[in-house]
């Protein structure tokens, strides 16, 4: 990221760094909020103020050499991001500049091996029998979203749309709709251009509106609601139209239909927390 090299240019100049752990925790704490939270640096005089002193105020790393604990280390990038996001805002989602859509539904796939429990993946939203929406599917969509969400403060999670994880899937999509698939390392890209071509005519703006509309409708608070609206995109991976949704556990647990969910795996559904799990799981969210 360009953003970041300015920035570390900016605070040790040529002078030769010889703290490791430290670049770490600052790297990863900009990539957290220019990447995965997708904002933008507003002040970079602010962002440089900021720096001030933050190896010693903020980066409070344990002595020692050798292996280092993900869990230190995962605190400590969350408490330099936590200095530096009053630097950032919101990034301007039909900004071209900041995107290539193909590298980041690639980065996606990747990402999805070792964090699969945040990531599912679906080939389409139309019953290929009965050929109509599987409203249904798009109920359990949101709702593995606000369990995805529900992993931790700050939790990611991420439900990709004309993506398929299974070879059979694929091949189902491209004999129904005459549409081939794109093989990315374990997962097939079929797009969702088919079902828009069969249901919306070929247009697209139709089918995204459908799944806002759908949105609107969804049993979820408000801000949730909010955030999901606008971070709700269409991409193009070589001529192949997928749908990314992705929600951010940013104010608090996410409820869904008047409860709290859970999910564990990639392929279990999401499970309602129990009245014994309650305390355990809002500690999560309110003891940081």
Same mark, same amino acid.
């Given at each position: 990221? %360009? ?18 752990? $430290? /670049? ?6 900009? $990539? ?16 440089? =103020?900021?720096?001030s002193n933050i190896s010693s105020? @903020? ?28 630097? /950032? ?28 429990? +945040? ?6 939203? /139309? ?13 359990? *969509?949101?709702? @593995?979203? @606000?369990?995805?969400? =529900?992993?931790? !403060? ?5 439900? %990709? %749309?004309?993506? #398929? ?7 189902? *999509? ?33 089918? /995204? ?8 409708? #969804?049993?979820? @608070?408000?801000?949730?609601?909010? +955030? ?9 991976? $070589?001529?192949?139209?997928? *749908? *990314? ?12 239909? !008047? ?7 990639? !392929? =279990? ?5 129990? #009245?014994?799990?309650?305390?355990a799981f809002f500690a999560k969210?309110?003891?940081?």
């Amino acid at each position: 990221m %360009i953003e970041i090299k300015l920035l570390l240019d900016r605070w040790w100049g040529p002078r030769l760094y010889r703290g490791p752990r $430290y /670049f770490q925790i600052l790297f990863l704490a900009l $990539y957290n909020l220019l990447v995965k939270e997708e904002k933008k640096i507003e002040d970079y005089d602010l962002v440089y =103020n900021k720096l001030s002193n933050i190896s010693s105020v @903020t980066m409070n790393i344990a002595g020692g050499g050798g292996w280092w604990a993900s869990k230190e280390k995962n605190e400590l990038m969350q408490a330099a991001s936590a200095v530096l996001a009053p630097c /950032f805002v919101d990034r301007n989602m039909d900004d071209p500049m900041y995107y290539s859509y193909t590298t980041e539904l690639e980065t996606l796939l990747k990402q999805s091996k070792t964090e699969n429990s +945040q990531y599912d993946f679906k080939q389409g939203l /139309f019953d290929l029998k009965a050929e109509s929406l599987n409203d249904d599917l798009v109920s359990k *969509i949101f709702k @593995t979203l @606000t369990a995805m969400a =529900n992993t931790d !403060n700050r939790a990611v999670g991420y439900v %990709i %749309i004309g993506v #398929a994880d299974k070879f059979e899937d694929a091949e189902k *999509i491209k004999n129904k709709y005459g549409e081939d698939y794109i093989r990315v390392g374990t997962f097939y890209i079929t797009g969702i251009d088919g079902e828009v071509k069969k249901y919306y005519g070929g247009n697209h703006d139709k089918y /995204f509106s459908m799944i806002k509309d759908k949105l609107q409708n #969804a049993p979820i @608070t408000e801000h949730y609601r909010r +955030q999901l609206g606008s971070k709700i995109r269409m991409v193009n991976y $070589y001529n192949k139209s997928v *749908i *990314i949704l992705k929600l951010i556990s940013d104010n608090g647990a996410v409820m869904y239909d !008047n409860a709290y969910y859970t999910r564990i795996g990639a !392929n =279990n559904d999401p499970v309602a927390v129990s #009245a014994e799990e309650m305390p355990a799981f809002f500690a999560k969210f309110y003891t940081k």
